[in-house]
């Protein structure tokens, strides 16, 4: 469990993030969600240690990571796992080496079983056959799925997904979802995952966490949402047609 | 303000040098990645240092026979002079002003790209020292490799200048005699040392711009110019301060 307890944030004179309180439970997909701007990779970056925050904490477990000492907080780096918006896949090193790389720095296996693990966690992804390629010849869609198999290779306590469906279509979207939900609830793990994409919202948030403006707007679950009265919160989910209709529907009493 | 900012960027690039020079997590990964930089950044410039060496051999050789050379003077002059040249200077820091072209924006822009495509969040993320990672064996694997480069420049330049010799600029005599006169092997290593500094300045100077990147493609090309302005002229004021300590 992550626990943010009174988390501020700022740049020069600029508050980004003001007072921020949330848990993100094991076993969960916890989404932070809000507008562009809104401060939700300003708040992921301070969860992983990319940013410091301003004042606040941030506990893994009850371990406060704020105030860890460099030598903890490089050993708590390794029950993380992140698959960055871009991949971030090494594109010096093909597939499976990318999918290696964590084991290769960081457990005592031998070789023939960091292939073994490698490649194990390139099946879990539906990436058979695909370890030889290089990240530049594997669509946006698969590259993800790299950049997850790596992500799961040390079987990671925590995982992060910065809008993981960032430039894919609808279809590959669901599957890297999918593929995220499932991962979570198979390790147990503690997922936070950045989105703006409202399928993402409705088909996997179980604990979803709404920033609006750098502060707290809503917290709830996708079947919250849709009775919620928060007029931000609404006028940023139901903002497309589709999802206004959708919301309709759902709230028209049944006869 | 233009004082300060300087004093911050050296602030910044020994911050960043602290991180570097720190022991390797795994051994076996800094080794591969330090045999895999030996061959990308001293292997591979095998082939322009040759090639640049030996035309400039050539030349200072035409050059010092047909404006220097004189009944008045011995015949070895050319030799002895071209010699000097490529040793004292054109194979250390001439060299390695051209292999801060090469080699600086190489490292500027593969460390840059890496910034702006999150990868070099991606392995501080996994807990890795990515300073170290990436940097250490660069530095290393091009101070490593400069010795031989050095040399290989200035046998390929008195190949160069043999070649003058055989099409009949002077003959080959003369300039054997030259190359061989008053010949003081301390000269050879005075230049490999230097070049030893000049691989660190090139290699760290350039990883600095490369690692702190901000922005996309366009600053990954300024970084890259940056990195090889910046070393080059480090690398001439360098050459002073060393030419006169070592000499």
């Not at chain 1, 076993?27 to 701007?37: A, D, E, F, V």
């Amino acid at each position: 469990m992550i626990e943010i307890k009174h988390l501020y944030k700022s740049f020069e004179d600029k508050d980004v993030l003001k007072d921020i309180n949330a848990t993100f439970e094991d076993g969960k997909t916890n989404l932070i969600i809000g507008q562009s701007g809104s401060g939700k990779t300003v708040l992921m970056k301070n969860i992983v240690g990319l940013f410091e925050p301003t004042k606040g904490e941030i506990l893994y477990d009850g371990r406060d990571f704020v105030r860890m000492s460099k030598r903890e907080r490089v050993m708590l780096r390794r029950e993380m796992g992140m698959i960055f918006q871009s991949a971030a896949l090494f594109d010096s090193m093909t597939v499976l080496e990318n999918v290696m790389f964590p084991l290769d720095m960081f457990s005592d296996m031998n070789e023939a079983d960091r292939i073994r693990r490698a490649e194990f966690c390139l099946d879990r992804v539906n990436l058979q056959g695909a370890g030889q390629k290089m990240p530049g010849e594997i669509s946006g869609g698969m590259q993800k799925r790299v950049a997850i198999a790596r992500a799961i290779a040390l079987n990671p306590k925590y995982l992060f997904c910065d809008e993981p469906n960032s430039g894919l279509d609808p279809k590959t979207s669901l599957v890297i979802d999918e593929l995220i939900h499932s991962i979570t609830h198979e390790y147990q793990m503690t997922t936070i995952m950045n989105t703006h994409d409202m399928n993402s919202v409705m088909g996997i948030g179980e604990n979803i966490i709404y920033i609006h403006e750098g502060t707290l707007g809503w917290t709830g679950t996708k079947d919250e949402i849709m009775t919620s009265t928060n007029e931000k919160l609404n006028s940023f989910i139901f903002a497309s047609d589709l999802f206004k209709k959708i919301k309709e529907a759902n709230t028209e009493p049944h006869g | 303000m233009f004082i300060v900012k300087y004093i911050t960027a050296f602030g910044k690039y020994l911050d960043l040098m602290g991180r570097t020079f720190s022991v390797p997590e795994r051994m076996r990964m800094f080794l591969k990645q330090y045999v895999k930089e030996m061959e990308q950044l001293g292997v591979d410039s095998i082939g322009i240092v040759l090639l640049i060496s030996f035309f400039i051999g050539a030349v200072i050789c035409i050059q010092i026979k047909l404006n220097i050379q004189s009944p008045w003077m011995p015949a070895f002059t050319t030799g002895y002079t071209t010699r000097e040249i490529m040793v004292l200077e054109f194979s250390s820091s001439i060299m390695c002003l051209i292999l801060a072209g090469k080699v600086g924006s190489n490292i500027a822009s593969e460390i840059g790209t890496m910034r702006v495509t999150q990868q070099i969040d991606a392995l501080e993320i996994m807990g890795v020292n990515s300073a170290s990672f990436l940097i250490l064996p660069k530095i290393l694997g091009l101070m490593t490799m400069i010795p031989f480069l050095v040399i290989f420049s200035i046998a390929a330049g008195f190949i160069g200048a043999y070649a003058t010799a055989y099409a009949g600029i002077l003959t080959p005599d003369d300039l054997t005699v030259g190359l061989l006169h008053s010949f003081v092997p301390w000269f050879v290593w005075m230049s490999i040392i230097k070049s030893i500094c000049f691989a660190f300045i090139i290699a760290s100077v350039s990883s600095y711009y490369g690692y702190n990147v901000q922005g996309g493609s366009f600053d990954v090309g300024k970084a890259s110019t940056n990195a090889v302005v910046s070393s080059s002229m480090l690398i001439l004021f360098a050459d002073i301060f060393l030419t006169q300590l070592l000499s």
